[in-house]
Structures are given as structure tokens and as C-alpha cells.
């Protein structure tokens, strides 16, 4: 079955504690991206992937870093998460954008940061 | 950067009644999607416009482009309980071999009283 995974769905964690969500697909899509969700602000991109290794900033990046190293993975590190991270994580897929744009979203990783 | 207006934030409609969510780019888009996200999932694709004037219908969810590429609509005729849900749109700067990013809209978050 085509599809985004991430792990973990749910996570709790503290200020500091270095951490990382995985985000695998099996589409061979090129372009992999990371959005965070926050009430009334919708999803904002933190990173995003043309293909492998080719990472690019999106409009949120401060305090996140990802590594594309495979084309099926890409990773989201907190290396010191801060409860402003506290929010609702999505990784997403597409073939290649400017062709076919439909976005495929994991089920999300909900973290929260003490 | 670019910014993706959405509106309402909020639409309670009775079962039957129509909906519509507005979106507004500050910049002129390439193409525009839309998604819809129900409540504790992800964001799932609906459709992608990309002519200026287009209208496109899926049964009873038309969704419109405008002329100048700015703008957006999503409406729904005659809501039912399975249209609960956020509808997000979604933006793209540039087309294919420099786009880069996908700006999202807020989000409307759409309650269906039976």
C-alpha cells in the first residue's frame, strides 16, 4: 500500500532532550516535506526535500534540522526542543512539484515539549 | 514572503445548507489545491487547479480559480455530516523547475449540525 509513515504518533518529551521523528515513504517520491500544525495558523512548512540530499528551508526552520541521505526517509531533528515546538507534526510526499502536486500526508506526530 | 489568506476560520452550517471557504494569495499563483483534513487526521487531497477561470466539480464541491490567479473558492452545496471537517488551500509559487514551496491557507474548519 502506497503511503507516508512517521514515527512516533505521540510523543512526550522535555526542554533540551535532543529527539527525532522519522518520516519513510514508499512512492519513490522525490520531494519530501515537514509542516507543523498549530490552531488558526494551518501548516507551515519547517523544511522541505527536492531529492536526496537537497534540503532547503521552509517559512518555520528555527530549531529543526533534516537529513535526506535515502529518497524513502526524511527525518525531523529537535536537537533541544523548546516548548514553543510543542505542536502537531506532518511529513508529507510528492512525485516531483511543479509536475504532479498532489501533497501525501503522514497520520501526523503529535509532540508536546515541558 | 508569499502569504495565503483563508476565510472563514470558522463555518457552523444546518445539514443541507451550502458552505463556502475563500482563499487569497498575495502573489499570483501557478496553481492552487485544496485538501481537506477530518478531525484527528490528516490532510487528504482533493483537487488541483491550475487555468485561470477554472472550474472544476467533484458531486456536490465546486471549486473555482480566478481570472487573475489570486484567488480561490471551495463550495460545498447542501452539506452533509461527512463534510465536517478543515478544508485547507494551498498555493504554489512558480512552475515546473522553480517551485519550490507549498504556502497553505489557515484552514476552515466546517461543523455540520445534523
Not at chain 1, 74 to 84: G, R
Not at chain 2, 65 to 92: M, P, R, W
Request: include cysteine; glycine fraction near 8%.
Amino acid at each position: 500500500e502506497a503511503q507516508v509513515t512517521q514515527n512516533p504518533r505521540y510523543l512526550i518529551t522535555v526542554t533540551g532532550k535532543k529527539l527525532t521523528v522519522t518520516c519513510s515513504q514508499n512512492m519513490n517520491h522525490e520531494y519530501m516535506s515537514w509542516y507543523r500544525q498549530d490552531p488558526g495558523l494551518g501548516l507551515r512548512q519547517i523544511y522541505y526535500s527536492m531529492n536526496v540530499e537537497v534540503t532547503d528551508k521552509g517559512d518555520v526552520p528555527e530549531g529543526y534540522k533534516v537529513s535526506r541521505k535515502e529518497k524513502r526517509n526524511f527525518p525531523l531533528i529537535l536537537e533541544s526542543p523548546s516548548p514553543n515546538q510543542t505542536s502537531l507534526y506532518f511529513c508529507a510526499s510528492n512525485l516531483r512539484l511543479g509536475i504532479n502536486n498532489e501533497q501525501f500526508f503522514g497520520p501526523g506526530t503529535r509532540l508536546t515539549v515541558l | 514572503g508569499q502569504q495565503v489568506m483563508q476565510i472563514p476560520q470558522y463555518q457552523h452550517v444546518q445539514e443541507g445548507e451550502d458552505f463556502t471557504t475563500y482563499c487569497n494569495s498575495s502573489t499570483t499563483l501557478s496553481n492552487i489545491q485544496w485538501y481537506k483534513q477530518r478531525p484527528g487526521g490528516h490532510p487528504v487531497f482533493l483537487i488541483q487547479l491550475v487555468k485561470s477561470g477554472e472550474v472544476k466539480k467533484q458531486k456536490r464541491l465546486t471549486f473555482q480559480f480566478g481570472e487573475a490567479k489570486k484567488n480561490s473558492s471551495l463550495h460545498i452545496t447542501a452539506t452533509q455530516t461527512t463534510d465536517v471537517g478543515t478544508y485547507f488551500c494551498a498555493g504554489q509559487v512558480g512552475s515546473s523547475g522553480s517551485a519550490r514551496q507549498l504556502t497553505f491557507g489557515s484552514g476552515t474548519q466546517l461543523t455540520v449540525l445534523p
